[in-house]
């Protein structure tokens, strides 16, 4: 355990875990600016013309995350890989609606190289990156934690690696073996 205390973020997210209500309010204006990041982030990934906006999606992770029963949050690093998590959800039911809505024409797309840092660069569905990434996580949760961290939640490696309670040298490991998965995965998954 480290001697410095505790963020006042990670401080406020104890109280809310506490029931304290008060607290939420608090923390709103704290994660707001970080949360817009992560939101811009993941928009970047997806084409020009994406249709959900950033605040549409902050708002729409805050509002699930102070609506539900708040987890035991271990720190600041913790609650932004929930709300990662949050978003990724809520992009992969705006994706599956928008290609419902127009019969699959107007799947939402990720381009992998920017997601995955690999090249060529290839697009695709972000259904398709969830499911992928869904079948990682049933063969190694950690593995598809650490992408989820890193890709949804914008994290570093040492940012991960704290969440996930292993040493960044791991966290780098499982990174490199995660991309190469999800690599060969999507691309034997992606159209000819």
């Avoid at 609606?97 to 997601?115: I, N």
Wanted: positive net charge.
């Amino acid at each position: 355990m480290s001697g410095h205390s505790p963020s006042p973020i990670t401080l406020l997210l104890l109280r809310w875990r506490e029931g304290e209500r008060k607290a939420l309010d608090e923390l709103v204006p704290l994660v707001y600016d970080e949360l817009r990041r992560l939101a811009r982030h993941y928009l970047r990934q997806e084409r020009d013309n994406h249709t959900l906006q950033t605040t549409a999606l902050v708002h729409e992770a805050y509002l699930r995350l102070a609506g539900e029963d708040p987890p035991h949050w271990q720190n600041r690093a913790h609650f932004f890989g929930i709300a990662a998590g949050a978003m990724r959800r809520i992009l992969v039911e705006h994706a599956r609606g928008v290609a419902a809505a127009k019969r699959g024409g107007g799947a939402c797309r990720v381009t992998l190289d920017r997601a995955l840092a690999f090249a060529p660069q290839v697009d695709l569905d972000v259904a398709e990156l969830d499911r992928s990434l869904c079948e990682l996580t049933r063969l190694d949760a950690q593995q598809g934690r650490l992408v989820e961290l890193r890709f949804f939640a914008g994290l570093s490696i040492e940012e991960a690696s704290e969440v996930l309670g292993i040493s960044p040298s791991t966290a780098k490991r499982e990174w490199a073996a995660a991309r190469a998965w999800l690599y060969r995965a999507m691309m034997g998954s992606a159209p000819a």
